[in-house]
């Protein structure tokens, strides 16, 4: 059972355009993790997020930690084909509770 | 600097077998975590290890165990093998602060296992 839920589950977009992607949890988390996996490897950490409120800037990538420390973004500009993977969000708490993932597809 | 290895690559097993998997950590990484990944979901942690003892355990049966040697790399075992073990199996690597997940976690390739 997975207690985050991101949305969308998939979303298929042209180069160049902005995307957006959400994990939502009703649980408190100490820290919040994004991770991009391609097929065969294991997730990439992208960015960890521990304050609630906090933006963290990757390139064309935005992070934000929801005030509650509940929820978090993940916002591309000007996606590119080498964006494509399955993005990951993962809470930490007692443990690490990873959502099912959205996956991106950017064609060119 | 090598980054997380496992091995191995894949795996096929029959129902009720045994099977180890092995992981090394990052060099100078002293925690191991272990995640079970099933086709279209996402990561579910399994346990982690620090200081050659599981410190802490996901929702999973005492089926699957684990162990630390002393140079932090790590084995998973899992007995009785189910057809819904099959998986990609992920070991992940941090350090700093006897483990915990607030650090940066570097996973593994993985292990694919398929039970028949």
């Known amino acids: 059972t997975q207690l985050l839920e991101q949305s969308p589950q998939f979303l298929s977009i042209q180069e160049g355009e902005n995307l957006t992607v959400y994990c939502n949890s009703s649980s408190v988390f100490s820290s919040l993790q994004w991770y991009r996996q391609e097929p065969g490897e294991g997730p990439v950490l992208l960015v960890t997020v521990v304050t609630g409120g906090e933006v963290k800037k990757l390139k064309r990538l935005t992070f934000q930690f929801g005030d509650a420390r509940k929820d978090s973004s993940l916002h591309i500009t000007a996606a590119q084909p080498g964006d494509t993977g399955l993005y990951l969000c993962a809470g930490a708490h007692n443990d690490m509770r990873f959502g099912a993932g959205t996956r991106l597809t950017v064609k060119p | 600097d090598a980054g997380v290895t496992q091995s191995p690559t894949h795996l096929i097993k029959t129902r009720g077998q045994q099977v180890t998997l092995r992981c090394s950590p990052k060099?100078?990484?002293?925690?191991v975590s272990w995640y079970q990944q099933a086709l279209g979901q996402g990561p579910q942690f399994i346990f982690q290890?620090?200081?050659?003892?599981?410190?802490q355990r996901g929702n999973f049966p005492d089926r699957f165990s684990g162990h630390q040697f002393p140079n932090y790399s790590s084995e998973l075992n899992v007995n009785a093998l189910l057809l819904g073990d099959s998986a990609l199996y992920l070991c992940?690597?941090?350090?700093?602060?006897?483990?915990?997940?607030?650090?940066?976690?570097?996973f593994g390739p993985g292990t694919r296992l398929t039970v028949t």
């Open positions: 060099s100078g990484h002293d925690t």
């Open positions: 992940a690597s941090s350090s700093g602060l006897a483990g915990g997940f607030t650090y940066e976690q570097y």
């Open positions: 290890y620090y200081e050659e003892e599981e410190r």
